[in-house]
């Protein structure tokens, strides 16, 4: 069995009850051959709204995973919808629509132009996006570490419509035998009713009211009957509310006149509902008003749905309402290391995470107390998905299932674009299709007819998407056939840091050239293995683009290598706490991640090694992790450096400035944009859009792999840097200068 180094990816976006986080891992797995027919997929434009079954390459197992051979799926009608009519939008719709998006788009165009602007935003409208949670399977792999579940299990999970889905162990649960693949598909649809019950804790005899009769709502509807509530559902669709009425729900139409406030208020002699669980999706503000107004005295209100939510204080002041927003499928959701590191919650502490509720919703279907089957209302084979797509803003329709083929079969690449390179004529293989290379890397690479040969992805979804945009000839989720392939000379690494240094060495011992994104290592060891990887037969480029910026060598040329003093400020902006850069053992912080830029670039603009580092940052308490520092670099020549690296500064004022002073001279870089001199003969002004390098880079790189000639920067200065933002650290646990 042959051994994949495996990378997992993402797709970053967050819409109704889903959240999508870009996550990008690879570790080794030893899996059966892959061979055989490309795996199709479900995918969705953004940008156009067009719904396609897509060819791409198989995902590949990973510890704590489960790799899922996909017998069905269920469509959720209610979330994909409001997706695929997203999609559908045009750019204004789109716009209204996310208010805070449009925001933030307004304030990037202040600090880095429109261009970059409109460039940033229609590429992120161009990214696919997977569809569906709600899948049915057999387990056909495990990844090491994954515990209570064996290959030929059938199990529910979270997975999309894929033929094959790669889930982490925490979003699996086993179906009990006399429960179908088609009826465990509504497992997590089930859970995130159920969670909306678990909030409202309902009692024996309470009235509850569900608020729109979907499949949600009616699943809801139907567990809260079962925990002995007495039911009321409101729709104004007759042909759900006769189905609810059938599972013992008493029911409110108000399409046939029926006030929903008074009825529920008559029927509970003016005590009023014990609780309101909203499943609705609606923009009116009426419906929240309408759960207060029927809610009795301190009732409580749970929002599943998505609905307009101007409250009025007076009809929740004068109730002492409560009002509580339910979190998709429970304890554990969008909680990294639930979910993707597999580490459990304690059963004692916390009685229903988001497994415990698959599990309790599998339970009430074996036993009888939850009857699904009469919710769909069209099954599919997965080839005809566009009778479901095509017809999905049909209100009537609840449930429907995509059946799967059985004997499909699976393949960790796929061809894309047609034509192939000689060995030694540059060929390109890029791992990882995040945001950078997305946005960044691949329209540099692209506008100087780069060759690429081959992008691999986690799942490939997204690596497949970009191969076909940018003309890439294949798109993997094994990256390591692109090590063993002799039409690729050079590596281009992109993944999150904690990656960096492994992926480089074995790329180096494969013989090919590298190029990976900063930073070079997070840590001593993994700068040891690239050290000992390299032997000059091959070269190493690390991202410092900023070296490139035609503003940086206009400095340059200016100042020569006198000793200078470098003042360089990154006023780099807030990112929350639970983001993966912030994780010393996956980004390494931001300081080693990012502010390594800025020692590379004092280092060109110095023509010297740093030679000592010292480290002070905004607190009082000693840490090895910060995004608010002032670092003071030492230089041999005798040039000293400060780097300003801040985040609590405002969005408003340059991302980055750039101060040189050396003999009588100054030089200001503002944000890559305008380099003014002081006392500078025969340079006055540079004036660009904002750049900061990435194209030159990228050129030159092309250029040294087809052509040869000198690397674009030395080994030596690359190890320096990298010692360099170790160093840093080091500095800021020890509160002392740290030699290098």
Known sequence: MPCIYSPVFHISITFAQQKYITIIFYFNVFLPSQTGKLLKQIIQSFKTGETILEDVPAPVVKPGYVLIKTTRSLVSLGTERMLVEFGRANMLQKA???????????????????????????????????????????????????????????VASNGPHAEFVCVPQNLVAHVPDNVSDEEATFTVIGSIGLQGIRLCAPTLGETIVVVGLGLIGMITAELLVANGCRVIGIDPDTRKTDLAQKKGIITINPGGGTDPVKYVMDLTNHVGADGVIITASAKTDEIISQAARMSRKRGRIILVGVIGLNISRAEFYEKELT?????????????????????????????????????????????????VASLITSRVPLADYGKIYNDIGNRDAIASILQYPENSTHSATVSVASGSFAPGKGGMGIIGAGNFTAMTMLPALSAIKAPLYCIASAAGVTGTALAKKYNIGKSTTDYKSMLADPSIDLIIITTRHNEHAHMVAESLAAGKHVFVEKPLAIDQSGLDMVMAAYNGSKTLTVGFNRRFSPHSTAIKKVVGNAPMNVIATMNAGAIPPNVWVHDM????????????????????????????????????????????????????????????????????????????????????????????????????????????????????????????????????????????????????????????
């Open 96 to 154: 209204m629509q996310q208010p805070d998006r449009v925001k933030q788009v307004l304030g990037k165009i202040k600090t880095d132009g429109l261009k970059p602007t409109l460039q940033a935003v229609f590429n992120k409208l161009g990214q696919p996006l997977p569809l569906g949670y709600c899948n049915a399977g057999t387990v056909i792999a495990t990844g090491h570490g994954v515990q209570g579940i064996a290959v030929g299990d059938r």
């Open 323 to 371: 009002f509580q927003v339910s979190c998709s499928y429970g304890p554990g959701r969008y909680d990294d290391q639930y979910e993707k590191e597999g580490i459990d919650y304690p059963l004692p502490f916390v009685r229903w995470t988001e497994q415990r509720n698959f599990q309790a919703v599998l339970d009430m279907i074996s036993r009888g107390k939850l009857e």
């Open 585 to 740: 053992n996956v980004g390494g912080g931001r300081i080693v991640g990012e502010a390594c830029h800025y020692m590379d670039l004092i280092t060109y603009l110095t023509g010297s090694r740093i030679t000592a580092v010292c480290m002070n940052a905004m607190g009082t308490t000693p840490a090895d992790n910060t995004d608010n520092a002032s670092i003071l670099l030492q230089y041999a020549n005798g040039s000293t450096g400060i780097i300003n690296y801040f985040a609590n500064g405002s969005k408003e004022y340059s991302k980055e400035r750039i101060e040189v002073y050396s003999q009588e001279r100054t030089l200001i870089c503002d944000n890559f944009q305008l380099t003014t001199g002081y006392g500078t003969k025969g340079f006055s002004k540079l004036k660009t859009n904002t750049d900061k390098g990435h194209h030159a880079q990228f050129s030159l790189l092309t250029d040294r792999v087809k052509n040869g000639g000198d690397a674009l920067i030395s080994f030596d200065e690359i190890i320096n840097t990298t010692r360099a933002g170790l160093a840093a650290i080091e500095s800021l646990k020890t509160r002392q200068w740290v030699h290098i």
